[in-house]
Nanobody
């Protein structure tokens, strides 16, 4: 599976951005897709995940609940991260990831639980 992330940029605090992650290759094997972020000097952290089958649940880190929304378009093999009410502390490189785990849960939200990764896209929120 190959993942291509896009949509990052510079935005003022309170603004919005939408990230996209297009999957290619053996996409039928993907059960979960997620977004992670890594700020300078910090570890990569979980942001959101979505189970790829129709009606599958979504999961969010507490820090983004109510502001970020993860969604998917299975016809396009693409996952989106709509980010609203952005804060300077959301500044980071954002990465999309995918895994074949059929019973993925929040307990599997460590980066090491995802086997496929896209390149990062920079999100910078100015105050």
């Amino acid at each position: 599976v190959q993942l291509q992330a896009s949509g990052g940029g510079l935005v003022q605090a309170g603004g919005s951005l939408r990230l996209s992650c297009a999957a290619s290759g053996r996409t039928f094997s993907i059960s979960v897709m997620g977004w992670f972020r890594q700020a300078p000097g910090k570890e990569r952290e979980f942001v959101a995940a979505i189970i790829t089958w129709s009606g599958g649940p979504t999961y969010y880190a507490d820090s983004v609940k109510g502001r970020f929304t993860i969604s998917r378009d299975n016809a396009k093999n693409t996952v989106y991260l709509q980010m609203n009410s952005l804060k300077p502390e959301d500044t980071a490189v954002y990465y999309c990831a995918a895994d074949r785990c059929s019973d993925w849960q929040m307990s599997h939200s460590a980066p090491s639980s995802f086997e496929s990764w896209g390149q990062g896209t920079q999100v910078t929120v100015s105050s």
